[in-house]
C-alpha cells in the first residue's frame, strides 16, 4: 500500500484541477465526474484533447484502419502515408483469424503501404498509391482492397476515392477498391475513423450478396467484436452450441462475403455500441433488422446476453437449448471462481480504456469480487457514459411520436426495402423497449465513484498516488509507467499475451491471469518516485 492515506474519491477533482492553469483546469473538471447511478450526471465528453495535455487516444486513422477493417481477412488494407503508420497497426491489436481452408486469402499478418516519401509530398502520391495497387494485384489477387489515407495525404490533396475508381476500372470492375478519408487529424480521436469505416462498410459492402447459406432458424450479426485475443472463437463455439447462426460478425474473424452477406441476418447484437453502432442503424434503417445490445465479456453477462436474444425470439426451444449451455459451461466458470477468490476478493480496479471495455469489464471484476473505484473512457461519447432510456434504433421522437422525423442514413438506390411508417410501428411492436434500453457506463458504477473522460497522465499518476488501487487497467502507453509505480496493468486492450476473455471460458482465463496478478509479492517491492525521494513540483507559469 502507498504511504499517503487514502484519500476521499470527492477530493479528486480539486485536487488535479487546481494544479493546471485556470482554463485548463475549468474544462478538465468538466470530465471529472462523481457518479450518482440515481441521477446520472452529465459528463463533458469526445471534444478536442487540450494542447499539451498527455492523452492515451489514438486517431482516426487508427479507428478506421486498424479496429474496424483492421480484423477482416481478405481485403486487402494499403496505408496510403508514412510508414510508421501502416507499421505501428500491424498487429499490435492482436486481433486473430481463422480461414476455413488453408487456400482462402489471409492477408492479415500482412502489413501494406505506399511508404510516402518526402517526394511523394511535394509532388503528389497518387501514382505511388497506384503503383502499390497494381503490386497488390499482381501478387495476392485479392477480392478488395481497401485504401486508408494517413495525415499527410489530406494535408497535400492527394484523391484516395478517385484513385479507387481508376483502379477498379482498369481491372474491368473484377476488384473491389475503396478509399477511406480518414486521415489521423479528422476528429478529436480513434471515434470519427469508425463512423468513417462504418459508412464504407455500408456503401461498398453490405447487401452486396442476398445468398443466405445456412438453413439456421435464428440467424444474427454480431457487431462490435473485433477477435482480439481470440474472443470471437469462443463466441462462435457457443452460438454454434446454441443453435444460432452467426451470419456476420464486424469484424473479428470476418470475410468480405459476411458483410455481403450481413443483411440478411434476422437480427444484429450490438457488443462495442462505440465502434459500430453507425453500422447498426443502418442495417435496421435500410434492411429493418433490429438490434438489440449485449456484454459477452463476464460469465454472468454472457449468460444474460444469451437469455436476452433467446427471448428476442420467443421460442421455446431456443430458451431451452440456451439454459442447457448455460448450465453446462456455468460448472467450470463457478469452479474456477472459487477456486481464485480469497486472492481477489475485497480488492480495487481502476478501468481506463477506449469506447466500451472500461465499462464491459467491470462485470468480470465483481465476479471477482473486485470493485471497479474509478473508470473512463478515451474517447467514448456522452451516451456511453450516460446511456440513453429512448430506443435510438428506431428513429422516432420520443415525446411527439413523430415518425415522420426519421433520418434515412443513406443512398436510396440501394434500400432493400423503404422504411415507411408501417415498417417502423412493426419493428416497434416486435421489439420490447425493455430489449434495447441500455445504461452507459454510470448506471453501473457505485455512487461516488470517479468517472474521468480522456485521462491525463497526469491524472493517472495523481489518482494512483492517492488512491493506489490493486490492479490498474489502461494500455501499452501506461502499462510500464504504472507498474514501475508498484501497480499491476492489464491491459484490456490486447491483453498482454493473454485471452481470450470473451464467454464462459475466456473467463476463467480472465479469472485465472488477474488472480495471478493482484497476488504476486513482487509489487511490494517496488517504490513509487514519491515514495522514493522528495518530489519537486513544477509550478505553471501563465
Ligand atoms: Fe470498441 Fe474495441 Fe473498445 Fe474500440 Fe479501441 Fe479495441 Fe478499445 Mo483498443 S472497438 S471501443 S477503438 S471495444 S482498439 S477492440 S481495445 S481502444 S475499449
Ligand atoms: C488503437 C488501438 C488500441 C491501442 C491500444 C493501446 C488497441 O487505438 O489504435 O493504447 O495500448 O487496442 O490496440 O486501442
Redesign the pocket.
Known amino acids: 500500500m502507498g504511504t499517503k492515506k487514502k484519500a476521499d474519491l470527492e477530493k479528486f477533482r480539486d485536487e488535479v484541477v487546481e494544479k493546471y492553469p485556470k482554463k485548463v483546469g475549468r474544462k478538465r473538471a468538466k470530465a471529472i465526474i462523481n457518479n450518482d447511478p440515481d441521477t446520472i450526471p452529465q459528463i463533458q465528453a469526445n471534444i478536442r484533447t487540450i494542447p499539451g495535455i498527455i492523452t ?4 482516426t486513422y ?2 478506421c484502419k ?2 474496424v477493417l483492421g480484423p477482416t481477412r481478405d481485403i486487402i488494407n494499403i496505408t496510403h502515408g508514412p510508414i510508421g503508420c501502416g507499421y505501428y ?1 500491424w498487429l ?3 486481433n486473430q483469424t481463422k480461414p476455413e481452408t488453408e487456400a482462402e486469402a489471409n492477408f492479415i499478418s500482412y502489413c501494406f503501404s505506399t511508404d510516402m516519401q518526402d517526394s511523394n509530398i511535394v509532388f503528389g502520391g497518387e501514382d505511388k498509391l497506384k503503383q502499390a495497387i497494381r503490386e497488390a494485384v499482381e501478387l495476392f489477387n485479392p477480392k478488395a482492397i481497401g485504401v486508408f489515407s494517413t495525415c499527410p495525404v489530406g494535408l497535400i490533396g492527394d484523391d484516395v476515392h478517385n484513385v479507387a475508381k481508376q483502379m477498379m476500372a482498369e481491372y474491368d470492375n473484377k476488384i473491389n477498391i475503396f478509399g477511406f478519408s480518414c486521415e489521423g487529424y479528422r476528429g478529436v480521436s ?1 471515434s470519427a475513423g469508425h463512423h468513417i469505416a462504418n459508412n464504407q462498410l455500408y456503401k461498398h459492402l453490405i447487401g452486396n450478396d442476398d445468398t443466405v447459406n445456412g438453413a439456421a432458424k435464428y440467424r444474427i450479426n454480431l457487431l462490435g467484436e473485433y477477435n ?1 485475443g481470440g474472443d470471437s472463437f469462443v463466441l462462435e463455439e457457443i452460438f454454434k452450441k446454441c443453435g444460432i447462426e452467426l451470419v456476420a460478425t464486424f469484424s473479428g474473424n470476418s470475410t468480405i462475403s459476411h458483410f455481403e452477406q450481413a443483411h440478411t441476418a434476422d437480427l444484429s447484437m450490438v457488443m462495442c455500441h462505440r465502434s459500430i453502432n453507425y453500422v447498426a442503424e443502418m442495417l435496421e434503417t435500410s434492411f429493418g433488422i433490429p438490434w438489440i445490445k449485449v456484454n459477452f465479456i463476464g460469465a454472468d453477462a454472457t449468460a444474460k446476453a444469451l437469455r436476452k436474444v433467446a427471448a428476442y425470439f420467443e421460442d421455446e426451444e431456443l430458451k431451452a437449448k440456451v439454459e442447457e449451455v448455460i448450465a453446462e459451461e456455468m460448472a467450470a466458470v463457478d469452479m474456477a471462481r472459487e477456486a481464485v477468490l480469497p486472492k481477489t476478493n475485497g480488492k480495487t480496479s481502476m478501468l481506463f480504456v ?1 469506447g466500451s471495455r472500461a465499462h464491459h469489464y467491470q462485470e468480470l471484476f465483481s465476479e471477482l469480487g473486485i470493485k471497479t473505484i474509478a473508470a473512463g473512457y ?1 474517447f467514448g461519447h456522452r451516451d456511453d457514459y450516460e446511456g440513453r432510456r429512448v430506443l435510438p434504433s428506431i428513429q422516432v421522437d420520443a415525446d411527439t411520436r413523430n415518425i415522420e422525423e426519421i433520418t434515412v442514413t443513406k443512398d436510396e438506390k440501394r434500400f432493400k426495402e423503404r422504411i415507411t411508417k408501417e415498417k417502423i410501428e412493426e419493428l416497434e411492436k416486435a421489439i420490447d423497449l425493455e430489449y434495447n434500453e441500455y445504461g452507459g457506463l454510470m448506471a453501473d458504477m457505485e455512487k461516488g465513484a470517479l468517472i474521468i473522460d480522456d485521462l491525463s497522465h497526469y491524472e493517472m499518476d495523481k489518482l494512483i498516488e492517492l488512491y493506489h488501487p490493486d490492479i490498474f487497467c ?4 501506461e ?1 510500464y509507467v504504472v507498474q514501475k509505480m508498484g501497480v499491476p496493468l492489464k ?1 484490456l ?2 491483453y498482454d499475451s493473454g485471452g481470450p476473455y470473451a464467454g464462459f471460458k475466456g473467463a476463467i482465463n480472465f479469472y485465472n491471469d488477474i488472480a495471478m496478478m493482484v497476488s504476486t509479492s513482487i509489487w511490494k517491492e517496488l517504490k513509487a518516485p514519491w515514495e522514493r525521494e522528495e518530489v519537486i513540483e513544477a509550478a505553471y507559469v501563465y
Open positions: 492515451q487516444r489514438g486517431c487508427a479507428g486498424g479496429v497497426s499490435t491489436r492482436r480513434q482480439i477506449g478515451e489502461a494500455g501499452i502507453k502499462k491491459q486492450h490486447n
